[in-house]
Nanobody, 115 residues
Framework: QVQLVESGGGLVQAGGSLRLSCAAS????????MVWHRQAPGKARELVAA???????NYADSVKGRFTISRDNAKNMVYLQMNSLKPEDTAVYYC?????????WGQGTQVTVSS
């Protein structure tokens, strides 16, 4: 089993910044990718950013140029630096880890951006 714990969410004004962290622990054989998703009220969950073991990244168009995903392979941690936040970024943000044979999700952390 793998446990994921997210932190760093909160309330911020538009234009502000937040940094989310996700720590993975447990029986971890090989992490293929670490991903951040988000789900706003009444909307489907969407991929925000992803990073593979070799550092390749992928971003949703809506966050390109504002968000940066990074990871610490030695610590099994992934981060999401969010700058120039907008009210439409308000959502619960989930960490998702893809192993060779399974995928795990965190419990989510609320990000609220006020206008």
């Amino acid at each position: 089993q793998v446990q994921l714990v997210e932190s760093g969410g909160g309330l911020v004004q538009a234009g502000g910044s937040l940094r989310l962290s996700c720590a993975a622990s447990g029986t971890i054989d090989s992490i293929n990718a670490m991903v951040w998703h988000r789900q706003a009220p009444g909307k489907a969950r969407e991929l925000v950013a992803a990073i593979t073991t070799d550092g390749s990244t992928n971003y949703a168009d809506s966050v390109k140029g504002r968000f940066t995903i990074s990871r610490d392979n030695a610590k099994n941690m992934v981060y999401l630096q969010m700058n120039s936040l907008k009210p439409e970024d308000t959502a619960v943000y989930y960490c998702n880890v893809l192993l060779s044979l399974a995928a795990y999700w965190g419990q989510g952390t609320q990000v609220t951006v006020s206008s």
